[in-house]
């Protein structure tokens, strides 16, 4: 909300310096803007608390895009008769639940799964059997566990498989 309200502002703002470079005269707002800055003396009350106003705006939003919030967490599908109820899964946990699933398609000899907000890669090794077969098991393995973890958004698959030579 924030962003829209600074784009739109800074966007009226270029159009006013635009059709001033045009040959234009500058907006009546831009103008009163200007003679009020001019004019008030910096110990102003209303110039102070706008000050002290936007240092601790700029600190909010600076302490909101440091932090890291849930973006470890996957959202998970809600029970329909209680929509105010909010559960997560770890995207760690949610790794190992697929890798697992990934391990018990025969011809699998190893696995690294790697879940991310939209999207599940999955590196997997192939010991044994065809590698388009063993891609079709893998995919609809953890297609269906994927399923089985009620995500909010289901992640698309990636799917690269290296055959295993020894």
């Known amino acids: 909300m924030v962003a829209f309200i600074a784009f739109c502002a800074i966007g009226a703002l270029l159009y006013d ?19 009020e800055m001019t004019t008030r003396p910096v110990d102003d009350p209303w110039l102070l608390a706008t ?3 936007a240092v601790v705006l700029g600190l909010w939003l600076l302490i909101l895009a440091l932090t890291p919030g849930l973006r470890r967490l996957l959202p998970l599908r809600t029970p329909e008769d209680s929509p105010e109820t909010g ?26 799964i790697q879940v991310r907000r939209r999207r599940v ?13 063993v891609r079709d098991d ?18 698309r698959l990636a799917i690269r498989l290296h055959h295993h030579t020894r």
């Open 17 to 35: 310096v635009i059709a001033v470079r045009a040959g234009q005269p500058a907006g009546t707002w831009r103008t009163r803007i200007t003679e």
């Open 51 to 53: 000050g002290a106003v």
């Open 87 to 112: 559960a997560w899964l770890d995207r760690k946990g949610a790794a190992i639940v697929l890798r697992d699933a990934a391990m018990r398609v025969p011809g699998v000899s190893r696995a690294r």
């Open 121 to 133: 890669v999955a590196r997997v090794e192939v010991g044994f059997r065809d590698i388009a077969t």
């Open 138 to 155: 893998l995919s609809q393995a953890l297609q269906r566990q994927c399923r089985q973890l009620a995500l909010v958004h289901t992640p």
